[in-house]
């Protein structure tokens, strides 16, 4: 059984930082793109960044560029999401998730080729 369980997240301040971390079970993140996602009352979750199976290649959303970071430990198989300099529209339930795919050969950014998730985690920015 596949499991990504979430850890990291809460209350920060608007410039901040927080890091988020979601270690997986039943799954190596190292054979699968990985990513997270957000997402807000009443609207679809959006992608914030990605990383190759094989992390060498990252992807991110234009909104969070230069300012998140999306790496993982091969070894621990967990991959992480550093947020800095964050803002208040920023607040919402973050999610990590796995594609159906093994090794795919580009990141996807829509949540459809994503197969298994994390229970997500709240962020909030206070401003």
């Known amino acids: 059984q596949v499991q990504l369980v979430q850890s990291g997240g809460g209350l920060v301040q608007a410039g901040g930082s927080l890091r988020l971390s979601c270690a997986a079970s039943g799954r190596a993140f190292s054979s699968y793109n990985t990513a997270w996602f957000r997402q807000t009352p009443g609207n679809e979750r959006e992608f914030v960044a990605a990383?190759?199976?094989?992390?060498?290649?990252?992807t991110y959303a234009d909104s969070v560029k230069g300012r998140f970071a999306i790496s993982k430990d091969v070894a621990k198989d967990t991959v992480f999401l550093q947020m800095n300099s964050q803002k208040p529209q920023e607040t919402a339930v973050y999610y990590c998730?796995?594609?159906?795919?093994?090794?795919?050969?580009?990141?996807?950014?829509?949540?459809?080729?994503?197969?298994?998730w994390g229970q997500g985690t709240q962020v909030t920015v206070s401003s």
């Open positions: 990383i190759k199976w094989n992390g060498a290649a990252t």
């Open positions: 998730a796995t594609e159906y795919t093994s090794q795919g050969n580009k990141q996807g950014r829509s949540p459809e080729v994503y197969a298994y």
